[in-house]
């Protein structure tokens, strides 16, 4: 393979730093479940529009290539190779009263975090058969969840559509035919050893094998963040008592992507800001300010509707899930307060 077009309009942390050096260092080089530096460049190559654009295929990959993927890691993370990543899992530890007791801004709350099996390669190395075992294994491990957590899993494979169309419209699954994922081998052999478990309420959820092979979701209408949180702990706690999740002690939990390392944690809100969203640099500053991420209402790499924003955590990796969501805590509140400012 020879050094990739990437021009010069790309602002993916990939196009910022593999250089023509890098590439010529790490090209060659291969983990132990045969996954290359092609391979985990691909997405980015072939989607210039990626924010990060480089994937694992292993937890190996993260030190064969680590030149590239520590420089990644610490430009998003801003957690070095000498940092070490902590983790606070307690409830009582979180400051986040309801900030929007009426209910005016808040829509609704969500908080997951990702997982992926120990000692199985990632999702875009993982062969059809290690992906049905992933899913046997975890399918296995939810069944054994009780009281609010304990609920059904729904295969992909003989979904119909207009079932799953209708779990994605209302933020129920992952969406379908991801341009990014399809790039990094992540849709091989859609829809099989694909799923969705969900309690009767919808209020806690597993994806299984999308991004990550596991992503635990609690979400509910609101804006009662701790609730979630403390619902989502719960469940992350039962689920690993059944399934062994990969960890490592620098990285934290090992993820597929990058910007998930660490606690995986991405706590958001949906949220009504249609009079900020009218002056994007004061929105901007606010959210840079408490390190979130600005999606659309329909997740990453979607727009927002009708002045709503989904604003969630930015950084994962060298915090604790506690300061991950207290971020996005605290910057809502300083939303909410800007919000009132531009309306009155
Ligand atoms: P992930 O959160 O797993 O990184 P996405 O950003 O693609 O993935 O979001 C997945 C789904 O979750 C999307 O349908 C998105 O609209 C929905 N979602 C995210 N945050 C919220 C929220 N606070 N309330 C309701 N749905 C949400
Ligand atoms: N997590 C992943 N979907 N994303 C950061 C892709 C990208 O834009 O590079």
Known sequence: MNYPNLPKE???LLCKYLTPE???EL???KTKNNFTLEQAINSGVENIDSGI???AGDKESYTTFAPLFDQIIEDYHGFTKDDSHKSNLNPNDLNAPNPDPEGKYIISTRIRVGRNVDNMPLGPAISKEQREEVEASVVKGVKQLEGELAGNYYPLLGMSK???NKLIKNHFLF?????FLESAGLNKDWPEGRGIYHNHDKTFLVWVNEEDQLRIISMQMGGDIREVFTRLVKAITSIEEQVPFSYSEHLGFITSCPTNLGTAMRASVHIALPNLAKDMSRFKNITNKFHLQI????GEHS???GGVYDISNRRRLGITEVQAVQDMYDGVVALIEAEKSLSS
């Open 22 to 24: 890098l590439f010529e």
């Open 27 to 29: 090209k060659d080089k």
């Open 175 to 179: 969406k379908e035919g991801d341009r």
């Open 303 to 305: 727009e927002s509707e």
């Open 10 to 12: 790309c602002t993916s």
């Open 162 to 164: 207009e079932v799953q």
């Open 53 to 55: 654009g480089l994937y």
């Open 295 to 298: 999606r659309g209402i329909h």
